[in-house]
């Protein structure tokens, strides 16, 4: 048996407003609206990847998602023009990459990266 697919679910009394903030400022596409459930995401092929964590690294609390960008410095710009507020970095971390926090409109702590 192999994992075909992990979804991350988050629960909302809005889908609207998710599906602006994963789709306007992180460039995902709306693949499935059903209204009561809105599912968002991208062509591209993704790994399956489960982290288990005491801490997020250095410190921080564990985030509920990692969402790896291709340009960093574009989300954060995005984020601060849409007025979400950084809740940690941007930082240069040791393990090799460059991230962010930032609460979406949920209260879901994500973790925003790219790799070095």
């Known amino acids: 048996m192999k994992v075909r697919r992990i979804v991350s679910n988050i629960a909302a009394s809005d889908t609207a407003a998710g599906r602006a ?3 306007d400022l992180l460039g995902l596409e709306t693949l499935m609206d059903h209204g009561w459930i809105a599912t968002c995401g991208s062509g591209e092929s993704a790994r399956v990847q489960l982290s288990i964590a005491t801490e997020g690294g ?3 609390p564990v985030p509920d998602l990692s969402i790896e960008v291709d340009d960093l410095d574009e989300a954060l710009a995005r984020m601060r023009a849409a007025g979400h507020p950084i809740v940690y ?22 973790n925003i990266l790219q790799h070095a």
Do not use: H, K, Q, S
């Open 21 to 23: 903030f994963y789709g």
């Open 58 to 60: 250095n410190g921080t």
């Open 89 to 110: 970095g941007p930082a240069d971390e040791d393990w090799g990459v460059r991230r962010f926090y930032v609460r979406d409109p949920y209260g879901t702590l994500l």
